[in-house]
């Protein structure tokens, strides 16, 4: 996308406000594990390396050369998406934040936290469906809708869009695999169900904008940006069922065992 085309946005007003809420977040999780270690079994590595890289690769996506890069061309915009909303949260959701933040909390912080996680609301919003819904149901508004010319050229819709895309990502992988504490869990036929419809909806419509792009997007990056957010996406999605499977087969086996011992 040409600089006319990028309308008169810019990057965000100063660089120092997701550095300094990327750092914060870093801090915040080593304080919370080194707390936690010195009172329960001490927190996996391998989490911490999901953590870090995933908030960098969120944080790539809204500030540095590759937010500057995605003003200027659509295909740096799709490698944003995919690491904002897709690999980002998958890689926070698999270093539990709410378990390490309920093991660091004193007891009735953390009951006052449960509760509110059992709620109706909550219920509502980490439901697959509504999860879905949110983040496919939202890429179809930015891309099929007109949102993204519009946020183009006014500030707030482009900030709060990619609110919306990294919030949506991680709820929608949170409702799908339980790596953290989940008081309203559902039947992995269910989760496998909105699984497939989701990911089809991710897949038609990357093929809707490789044949025409959003205005303003020249067609070879509409092609590009396209191709990547098909094969990129599925790359990610491969993981993710993977994760998912591996869930369901452990949770079968652990079936199995109890009905054999029951016998």
């Known amino acids: 996308m040409s600089h006319s085309q ?22 915040l999780y080593l304080y919370a594990t080194l707390s936690s270690n010195k009172r329960f079994q001490r927190w996996p590595m391998y989490r911490y390396g999901c953590f870090i890289i995933g908030v960098l690769s969120s944080a790539s996506a809204v500030t540095g050369p590759l937010a500057d890069w995605a003003h200027l061309d659509f295909r740096a915009h799709m ?43 909550v219920l ?31 500030m707030l819709i482009h900030i709060l869009v990619h609110f919306h895309v990294f919030v949506a990502g991680y709820l929608f992988t949170a ?15 269910l989760r496998s169900f909105v699984m497939i419809i989701a990911f089809a909806g991710h897949g038609i ?32 999605d491969l993981v993710l069922i993977f994760i998912f499977w591996l869930q369901w087969y452990r949770s079968s086996q652990s ?9």
Do not use: C
């Not at 008169?8 to 870093?26: C, D, K, M, R």
């Not at 490698?79 to 904002?84: I, K, R």
């Not at 790596?179 to 309203?184: C, G, M, N, S």
């Not at 025409?212 to 990547?228: D, H, K, N, S, V």
């Open 6 to 27: 990028s309308g008169t946005i810019e990057l965000f007003p100063s660089i120092f406000i997701p550095v300094i809420i990327t750092a914060a977040a870093f801090a």
């Open 255 to 263: 079936l199995f065992s109890k009905f054999s011992m029951t016998r």
């Open 205 to 236: 419509l990357s093929k809707l904008i490789y044949a025409e792009p959003p205005e303003g997007i020249p067609q070879a990056q509409g092609l590009t940006g396209g191709l990547l957010m098909y094969y990129g996406g599925d790359l990610i």
């Open 124 to 154: 509502w919003i980490s439901h697959p469906i509504t999860a879905a819904t949110l983040n496919i149901g939202g890429l179809w508004l930015i891309y099929g809708a007109g949102l993204y010319s519009a946020m183009q050229h006014n």
């Open 175 to 189: 409702s799908l695999i339980y790596t953290d504490l989940a008081p309203h869990r559902t039947s992995y036929n």
């Open 79 to 121: 490698l944003g998406h995919l690491l904002l909303g897709m690999l980002g949260p998958l890689l926070i959701v698999l270093s539990s934040p709410v378990a390490l933040a309920l093991r660091t909390m004193e007891v009735h912080w953390a009951r006052s936290v449960t509760r509110l996680l059992k709620s109706k609301p």
